[in-house]
Antibody, heavy 114, light 107 residues
Framework: EVQLVESGGGLVQPGRSLKLSCAAS????????MAWVRQAPKKGLEWVAT????????YYPDSVKGRFTISRDNAKSSLYLQMNSLKSEDTATYYC???????WGQGVMVTVSS | DIQMTQSPSSLPASLGDRVTITCRAS??????LRWFQQKPGKSPRLMIY???NLANGVPSRFSGSRSGSDYSLTINSLESEDMAIYYC?????????FGAGTKLELK
């Protein structure tokens, strides 16, 4: 069974940083592109970042480009999202997703507020 | 970026109804279109991939279709467990983009 478990969320002040983690199990992690998707409270879904199997290629929308960095550790079956220069509009539930969102984690809440 | 225009935003329906939700792509996305279901407080669930293919475990009353740049999700014989928000996603090119969502609710 595929399992994706996010951690690292919380309350952070604007301009500060936060790093999310996603522990994967139940599949061969190194064979899949991985992604982060977020959902602001009571809002729709937004694709935030994608990383290739080796980690050599990454993709971001303009809303987070230059501030967020997706990375992975295939030896640990783990995915990460480093979020810098956080803004109030980054407040959302962040989901870890496998491939083209075949499977999703339970999500972790990030609140950016002073 | 590719825009996905999803309609309607809200869809009141009765149990047993046949309902259709549509997404229109601003550029060619081929069949790189997925549909997701999200219930309150839950993570999204993949329902349709490749525009027309049913994901594992999805009831056969769900179906996906394409007509040009219009992609549709149809639910035949609506059941109470189908009440949720549905999103389309294009994954033909980055950045991947979602439709704004359709809230399916009981009339």
């Amino acid at each position: 069974e595929v399992q994706l478990v996010e951690s690292g969320g919380g309350l952070v002040q604007p301009g500060r940083s936060l790093k999310l983690s996603c522990a994967a199990s139940g599949f061969t992690f190194s064979n899949y592109y991985m992604a982060w998707v977020r959902q602001a409270p009571k809002k729709g879904l937004e694709w935030v970042a994608t990383i290739s199997t080796s980690g050599s290629r990454t993709y971001y929308p303009d809303s987070v480009k230059g501030r967020f960095t997706i990375s992975r550790d295939n030896a640990k079956s783990s995915l990460y999202l480093q979020m810098n220069s956080l803004k109030s509009e980054d407040t959302a539930t962040y989901y870890c997703a496998r491939g083209g969102a075949d499977d999703w984690g339970q999500g972790v809440m990030v609140t950016v507020s002073s | 970026d590719i825009q996905m225009t999803q309609s309607p935003s809200s869809l009141p329906a009765s149990l047993g109804d046949r309902v259709t939700i549509t997404c229109r792509a601003s550029q060619d996305i081929g069949n790189y279109l997925r549909w997701f279901q999200q219930k309150p407080g839950k993570s999204p669930r993949l329902m349709i991939y490749g525009a027309t293919n049913l994901a594992n475990g999805v009831p056969s009353r769900f179906s996906g279709s394409r007509s040009g740049s219009d992609y549709s999700l149809t639910i035949n014989s609506l059941e109470s467990e189908d009440m949720a928000i549905y999103y389309c996603l294009q994954h033909n090119e980055y950045p991947y983009t979602f439709g704004a969502g359709t809230k399916l609710e009981l009339k």
